[in-house]
């Protein structure tokens, strides 16, 4: 069964705004901090948000102003809302725990920002 369901993706100019979503299982979303991650082609992945299970929020500068992470305790879901893109946003977003991400990924959800 696969952890977590990513959503929500798409093409996009730059300047524009999208709104991922991810579902986990009940057990991960009580435990743990939950983290949306990013991998560009060639590029490591990355992680460009976390919130703790009590709304604890912290963002790298690179999207720091521009995106806003939040989880609904009562669906599971974790949400990332993508403001002001930018070209060098392009990427495979996924979502995960943090620090120490578990080894099963979900399918992850394209953002591409292009005009």
């Known amino acids: 069964q696969v952890p977590f369901v990513e959503s929500g993706g798409g093409l996009v100019q730059p300047g524009e705004s999208l709104k991922l979503s991810c579902a986990a299982s009940?057990?991960?979303?009580?435990?743990?901090?939950m983290a949306w991650y990013r991998q560009a082609p060639g590029k490591q992945r990355e992680v460009v948000a976390t919130?703790?299970?009590?709304?604890?929020?912290n963002y790298p500068d690179s999207v720091k102003g521009r995106f806003t992470i939040s989880r609904d305790n009562a669906k599971n879901t974790v949400y990332l809302q993508m403001n002001s893109l930018k070209p060098e946003d392009t990427a495979v977003y996924s979502c995960?725990?943090?620090?120490?991400?578990?080894?099963?990924w979900g399918q992850g959800t394209q953002v591409t920002v292009s005009s």
């Open positions: 995960n725990v943090a620090p120490n991400p578990l080894k099963d």
């Open positions: 919130v703790t299970s009590g709304g604890s929020t």
């Open positions: 009940r057990l991960i979303f009580s435990l743990f901090t």
